[in-house]
């Protein structure tokens, strides 16, 4: 093999060593906790023995430094065994793997970011191959730098088909400088994983699958040392290493045994580390350090991202606030060359493909796989490498909610982008309309939720977007739409915009995207039977201005109607009667879409599901108990 030079005896003998100190560790630090999973960490335990002090460069003053190596637990129930990794390398003291788990320690249950040395949330399993690839990318296509990733995954989360999804992603763009490593210890939590011990058909897989497949006996250092070496030498496909494993290696009368998973070994386990201390030849500091990084990851900037020039469009002039994104973010990469775009191959509808058409090189088609698109782009936004906007229709991110629910335990800063909301968007049907996604992305913590009705405030809410700390999700909208706001607008996170008002208002109307014009209209409408109505614009649905929405209510005597384009459930009349709630005397009539709706033209469909200006007016009547 090229350039490959087997590591000396006692460097063998040293990692061995290692692996079985950070099993003794992943022991006590259960035993501490009473909970935890010590066989999961056994079986891996050379492995992180040969990548943490072998193969990764990493620079242990700086654990995200953004030219070393990135690992990625993706079975991250394993993770007391990665904290004593980083701790036998010198980031933190030992004694401190003893509060593994505790309420005041940042060492929980599965890895999180509290931890400076973890870029990403791990444990739902499935999603660890998408992150890893995302960084990837970024390392290979626009950072063009030497660090590599690494990603962990159990047997068991191989039957997740995101896994599948990311595998063929990476092997798409020949990521060469990822290398997965399949811990195939044969058991899962409640029985035997459905391959077991069969390595053949996991090498056929991946070798299918384009991966310079390697099968290595796990508990094997040699073994490791030059499969890794290997994954570092192939060019133009990544490597799968799969490792035959056993979980609980080396523990007596536990090994390769059912019913031990998630458990510490109890009264077992002081005999273990006695029996695992016999194996270890060095028992002082170690002769062996973690190799240095190449230094060659640009430093980047990405805040104080702004559009390249401001909106430019005519009052009343029609433009659907989806193509107003597509505008806006080529706009902001123009000015910044770290925003990148991913799309699952709805950019020509979605307008993501305006950015791709100016920087082909910062567009990232991650095809119909939303669970790994979504992945792709934590992992693309790790170590602050870019900025990415990810977008498809609104309907399809529901696929990606663990992904994104992930991302903000991963404190990552990914923006979503949903067209094709609602019943407006017409003929497609049900299984197009996203009506779910206010309330899914409202639920996030700490996310920001954007539901921009016309071009302008679309603009301003991608450059808004770019800035903003947590997930964002901007709703944009399949019709045109009449641009009502001047281009010299100011637009800010939890204002709204008051579009429509006289002193002898009598009602607030409450709409956004499509509804807002449908309020518009009604507004025009009760004019004409003397009664005035307010109309509102709130912009942002999460954080709503609950400030004007009070303000404005009390305003028109406590009379509101809310209309929106989504389901009842977690949209913006359920926002809206959060703001109100603790308030006395204001009454809000709430219009949304009830049941599951259907196919036909967009302005039928409004009126059929009660979204229509009639339909509001009538609502207007009711609060204001009169007849219209």
């Known amino acids: ?127 660890g191959v998408a992150v890893a690839a995302g960084m990837a990318y970024i390392g290979k296509y626009l950072d063009k730098a030497s660090y590599r990733t690494y990603a962990i995954v159990g047997d068991g989360e191989s039957a997740e088909g995101s896994i599948w999804e990311s595998l063929h992603f990476a092997s798409h763009y020949n990521l060469d400088n990822l290398c997965v490593i399949f811990d195939v210890n044969r058991l899962g939590q409640s029985e035997a994983t459905s391959l077991q ?47 035959k494993t056993f979980k609980g290696k080396f523990f007596p009368n536990i090994e390769d045994l059912d019913n031990w998973h998630g458990k510490p070994l109890g009264e077992h386990a002081d005999a273990v580390i006695k029996h695992l201390n016999g194996f270890i030849h060095n028992k002082g500091p170690l002769q062996i350090a973690p190799p240095k990084p190449v230094e060659d990851a640009v430093k980047v900037q990405i805040a104080n991202i702004r559009l390249a020039t401001p909106p430019e469009y005519k009052l009343g002039e029609q433009v659907a ?93 990914v923006n979503f982008v949903g067209s094709h909301c609602g019943v407006s968007i017409g003929e497609d049907g049900p299984s197009q309309m ?12 700490g996310s920001t939720v954007f539901y ?17 700390q947590g997930i964002c999700f901007i709703r944009t909208s399949r019709p045109n739409t009449a641009v009502i706001y001047s281009n010299t607008q100011k637009f800010e996170v939890g204002k709204a915009h008051v579009v429509r008002q006289s002193d002898n208002d009598t009602v607030l109307l409450i709409g956004a995207g499509i509804t807002l014009y449908e309020a518009l209209a009604a507004a025009a409408e009760l004019e004409k039977s003397g009664v005035h109505a307010r109309v509102l614009d709130p912009f942002t649905i999460k954080p709503l201005d609950e400030a004007a929405v009070i303000a404005n ?36 009539k709430h219009l949304a879409v009830q049941k599951v709706p ?19 007016v009538k609502a207007a009547g009711d609060v204001l108990q009169i007849q219209i």
């Not at 299918?208 to 040392?225: K, Q």
């Not at 016309?454 to 301003?460: F, H, K, L, N, Q």
């Open 197 to 243: 011990h069969n390595m053949e058909v996991y090498r056929k897989r991946l070798d299918a699958f384009g991966f310079n497949a390697i099968v290595v006996d796990g508990h094997d250092v040699e073994e490791l040392c030059k499969a890794f070496h290997e994954a570092s030498v192939t060019k133009d496909k990544p490597t799968a290493i799969i490792a």
């Open 598 to 616: 259907r196919s036909g033209p967009p302005t039928v469909l409004i009126d059929q599901f009660g979204l229509s200006a009639r339909h509001i």
């Open 452 to 468: 921009p009705s016309d071009a302008v405030s679309t603009e301003r809410a991608v450059e808004l977007a770019a800035n903003t």
């Open 321 to 413: 606030t989806r193509l107003a994104y597509g505008t806006a973010l080529a706009k902001i990469a123009t000015n910044n060359g770290r925003v990148i775009a991913l799309d699952g191959d709805t950019k020509n509808s979605t307008y993501s493909d305006k950015l791709k058409k100016a920087f082909p090189d910062r567009y990232i088609e991650c095809f119909i796989a939303e669970q790994n698109l979504a992945g792709v782009a934590i992992g693309a936004a790790c170590r602050g490498r870019t900025v990415a906007f990810v977008s498809t229709f609104a309907t399809f991110f529901s696929r990606a909610f663990d992904q994104i629910r992930m991302g903000a335990i991963s404190q990552t800063n």
């Open 434 to 445: 996203g009506l779910e996604d206010i309330a899914m992305f409202r639920t996030i913590p």
């Open 553 to 588: 209510a009390k305003a028109v005597g406590g009379r509101v109607v809310v209309v929106e384009d989504h389901y009842k459930e977690g949209g913006l009349g359920e926002a809206v009667l959060h703001a109100v709630a603790e308030q006395p005397r204001i009454v809000v």
């Open 1 to 127: 093999m090229v350039n490959y030079h087997k590591p000396e005896s006692k460097t063998v003998q040293e990692l061995r060593d290692i692996a079985h100190r950070l099993r003794i560790h992943s022991i006590t630090s259960t035993q501490a906790s009473k909970s935890g999973h010590p066989t999961s960490c056994s079986s891996i335990a050379e492995i992180m023995s040969v990548l943490f002090f072998n193969t990764m460069r990493y620079k242990l003053s700086e654990p995200r430094n953004p030219s070393s190596d990135r690992l990625i637990l993706s079975k991250g129930h394993a993770c007391p065994i990665l904290y004593a990794a980083w701790a036998e390398a010198g980031l933190f003291p030992i004694e401190d793997l003893n509060n593994l788990r505790k309420f005041d320690s940042d060492l929980e249950g599965h890895p999180t970011p509290r931890l400076n040395f973890i870029d990403v949330g791990t444990g739902s399993l499935g999603q």
